[in-house]
């Protein structure tokens, strides 16, 4: 059974950093691309940060430069960086990966990023 387990969120203030954590029940080396998203009340889901099997990053524009996404296979986890944070960036902040060959996407269950301003 794939599980996603996110971490590492919590309320700071502006300017301030996190880290995020994701951590997974499967080889990650096995999903073609894991992501990071968030939620924020009232808003659609948004993709903050993609990862593909290769290690090659890409991100949202208003978190390009301030964010950073990376891949430990070894360890089977995803990590977002995130620096100089906004109050815009609050939100609920999920992990996710996508299966080859079905397509399918598993979800972790969020972690809440507050920034005060």
């Known amino acids: 059974q794939v599980q996603l387990v996110e971490s590492g969120g919590g309320s700071v203030q502006a300017g301030e950093s996190l880290k995020l954590s994701c951590a997974a029940s499967?080889?990650?080396?096995?999903?073609?691309?894991m992501n990071w998203y968030r939620q924020a009340p009232g808003k659609q889901r948004e993709v903050v940060a993609t990862?593909?099997?290769?290690?090659?990053?890409t991100y949202r524009v208003s978190v390009e430069g301030r964010f950073t996404i990376s891949r430990d296979n070894a360890n089977n986890m995803v990590y977002l960086e995130m620096n100089g944070l906004k109050p815009e960036d609050t939100a609920v902040y999920f992990c996710?990966?996508?299966?080859?060959?079905?397509?399918?996407?598993?979800w972790g269950q969020g972690t809440q990023v507050t920034v005060s301003a």
């Open positions: 990862v593909n099997r290769g290690g090659i990053p």
């Open positions: 499967v080889e990650i080396s096995t999903f073609s691309v």
């Open positions: 996710n990966g996508v299966w080859p060959g079905t397509g399918t996407v598993y």
